[in-house]
């Protein structure tokens, strides 16, 4: 039976204890972020992200995106890091910017795709329960907890689903509805916004001065 905890009452630190036990048991837990509510699961339990998909009703090939604690866990999986790439993360992490970076060989995960993409979303999530959350559980598999093409979910009374599916919902106030994170490529020399959101491409180019907007493709 799927349990419901309110993140504004009660202790903190065994809310994210409870998290962090469900999420090694192999377990997939909701919880806020910024924009919305999302699916969480231990990034190395394949079991337990093929069950985030299928919540989602993703597509086969889709990729979970990956929540990590800070820039210095993604040296153990990621790999050619660009310069200028590591300069928006250490000024804008943690926050509402995604990087497509290439993943380190040999890593023993599948996020959806069967490492066929040939790059890993990562994002440290900006402080909250869920930033606290990944500091104790090392890489997290994450998708939205609304159905595959829907909006995000910002109330916790619009959350569904099956019984059972998930373990537990950790539920807050009403997120206030806020764009998307900025998404950029980062597994290519040159960096391109694919997605241009919380973070403007002009605050980028305060860092990164030859950043630009991603060609679009037919």
Same mark, same amino acid.
């Given at each position: 039976? &799927?349990?419901?905890?309110?993140?504004q009452?009660g202790?903190?630190d065994?809310?994210?204890?409870q998290?962090?036990?469900?999420?090694?048991?192999?377990? %997939?837990?909701?919880?806020?972020?910024?924009?919305?509510?999302?699916?969480?699961?231990d990034?190395? &339990?394949?079991?337990a992200? @093929?069950?985030?998909?299928?919540? @989602?009703?993703d597509?086969?090939?889709?990729?979970?995106?990956?929540?990590?604690?800070?820039?210095? =866990?993604?040296?153990?999986?990621?790999?050619?890091i660009?310069?200028?790439?590591?300069a928006?993360?250490?000024?804008?992490?943690?926050?509402?910017?995604?990087?497509?970076?290439?993943?380190?060989?040999?890593?023993?995960?599948?996020?959806?795709?069967?490492?066929r993409?040939?790059f890993?979303? =990562?994002?440290?999530?900006?402080?909250?329960?869920?930033?606290?959350? =990944?500091?104790?559980?090392?890489?997290?598999?994450v998708?939205?907890?609304?159905?595959?093409?829907?909006?995000?979910i %910002?109330?916790?009374?619009?959350?569904?689903?099956?019984?059972?599916? %998930?373990?537990?919902?950790?539920?807050?106030?009403?997120i206030?509805?806020?764009?998307?994170?900025?998404?950029?490529?980062?597994?290519?020399?040159r960096?391109?916004?694919?997605?241009?959101?919380?973070?403007?491409?002009?605050?980028?180019?305060? %860092?990164?001065?030859?950043?630009?907007?991603? &060609?679009? &493709?037919?």
């Amino acid at each position: 039976m &799927t349990q419901i905890i309110d993140l504004q009452t009660g202790d903190m630190d065994a809310h994210i204890n409870q998290a962090l036990e469900w999420i090694r048991a192999g377990y %997939v837990i909701a919880a806020p972020v910024e924009n919305g509510y999302v699916l969480l699961a231990d990034a190395f &339990t394949e079991d337990a992200v @093929r069950t985030l998909h299928a919540i @989602r009703g993703d597509d086969l090939g889709v990729a979970a995106q990956v929540f990590i604690g800070s820039i210095d =866990v993604l040296d153990g999986i990621a790999r050619d890091i660009p310069e200028y790439a590591r300069a928006l993360m250490e000024k804008f992490w943690p926050g509402q910017i995604s990087f497509n970076v290439a993943p380190s060989t040999g890593l023993s995960w599948d996020l959806g795709d069967g490492n066929r993409l040939g790059f890993i979303c =990562v994002r440290v999530p900006s402080e909250g329960f869920v930033h606290s959350l =990944v500091q104790k559980s090392g890489p997290l598999a994450v998708a939205s907890a609304a159905p595959a093409g829907s909006p995000p979910i %910002v109330r916790s009374g619009n959350l569904e689903f099956g019984p059972g599916v %998930v373990q537990g919902i950790f539920v807050s106030a009403d997120i206030p509805e806020v764009p998307l994170s900025t998404l950029i490529r980062a597994n290519e020399i040159r960096l391109s916004v694919l997605r241009e959101g919380a973070i403007s491409l002009e605050e980028l180019k305060t %860092v990164a001065p030859l950043i630009s907007l991603a &060609t679009p &493709t037919n």
